[in-house]
């Protein structure tokens, strides 16, 4: 029974990421066509997205390299962009955490803003899911959105510079993540770390390395804790 | 051109951290219980992250050098408006989808 429940998550993760191909697809080109263009060969271009998944942190790299910066201030941007993951891995490991050590290093591997993102948004719907239910929704999740990332970076490669870009596709992103945001505002905690995060980041946008987004997500995380802890207190009187 | 050391040093050592960063929590506290304080803060994750990804690239899109753009205000307004409405993910994508491909018809 077991394996059945796990496997009716893995496909229930499967047909709740066919979604972000929306979005994956897009973006995997665009990286294609960028990087090629920027110099990278085939194999260079698909190894990135390989070995970082990562399309912020690729697009922060590539920019940065094509700009002759030293290599030590590329890889501390690219990884302060993806600092954020050290944030969805925490999040994560109260659900995952007493997985098999490979799984975890698969699902780490994976962990990117769609999987976090749409895994997070169905524990805290289900929250009775066990352990291997989790796995398995988690891995059905990032079968549309992993490998078909390695996919479109190879597609973008090889089309180059036939893909318009005034298809307004690059609001893909944004799109897909408001979409998944707003349903998860669901106590007031939840709205004051959403908006406290957003007005942190517009305000210290203009820091460099990305560090409007680390400010504005620990700045909202800790406005969340408190307003928990405020609303509890309020009910408790 | 972009050197071909470099580049490899790039790919494998943004590879290296990026694995890093996402193990970091799931590989070495695993099932170990973590402090209330801590969850507490874990539980505002999703909606204090993701905010602060998206809010300056809806208020300044890079495909507008910058400039904040009408169709794609009212594409966010209008997905936020129906996901937070209807609790439904993709009722909400597909808002905003829409408004995207109304006004690159209408306003170009």
Not at chain 1, 74 to 79: E, G, R
Not at chain 1, 82 to 90: E, G, K, Q, T
Not at chain 1, 170 to 178: G, N, R, W
Request: with cysteine.
């Amino acid at each position: 029974m077991a394996g059945a429940s796990a496997m009716s998550s893995y496909r229930r993760g499967l047909r709740d990421g066919l979604p972000f191909l929306l979005m994956v697809f897009p973006f995997g080109m665009l990286w294609g066509v960028v990087a090629t263009e920027a110099g990278l060969t085939l194999t260079e271009t698909v190894s990135f997205s390989v070995v970082v998944i990562a399309g912020a942190a690729q697009f922060t790299a590539l920019q940065l390299m094509s700009e002759n910066a030293p290599t030590a201030v590329v890889l501390a941007s690219a990884l302060a962009v993806n600092l954020r993951m050290a944030m969805y891995s925490a999040s994560l490991t109260p659900h995952l955490g007493p997985a098999r050590l490979w799984q975890r290093m698969l699902i780490s591997y994976f962990l990117v803003d769609q999987t976090y993102a749409g895994t997070i948004l169905e524990f805290e719907k289900r929250p009775h899911l066990t352990l291997a239910e989790k796995t398995a929704y988690f891995f059905g999740l990032a079968t549309p959105v992993c490998p078909p990332w390695y996919l479109t970076t190879l597609l973008g490669a090889w089309l180059g510079a036939a893909i318009p870009t005034e298809l307004g596709l690059d609001f893909a992103v944004p799109i897909a993540f408001l979409a998944m945001i707003a349903p998860m505002l669901r106590t007031p905690a939840h709205k004051v770390a959403a908006v406290t995060a957003t007005v942190l980041a517009l305000g210290f946008a203009w820091l460099p390395y990305n560090f409007g987004l680390i400010f504005g997500g620990v700045g909202g995380m800790m406005a969340g804790a408190r307003a928990e802890l405020y609303f509890e207190a309020k009910r408790a009187r | 051109m972009i050197d071909r050391t470099t580049l490899w040093i790039v790919i494998l050592g943004l590879g290296f951290g990026s694995f890093a960063l996402r193990f970091v929590f799931l590989g070495f506290i695993g099932n170990r219980p973590l402090p209330d304080w801590l969850l507490r803060h874990l539980r505002y994750t999703a909606v204090a992250v993701l905010p602060a990804l998206i809010a300056p690239l809806v208020l300044w899109p890079t495909a507008t050098d910058g400039q904040p753009d009408l169709t794609r205000l009212l594409a966010a307004a209008v997905t936020f408006g129906v996901g937070y409405a209807s609790k439904n993910v993709i009722a909400a994508m597909i808002s905003g989808a829409l408004v995207m491909i109304a006004g690159g018809y209408l306003l170009i």
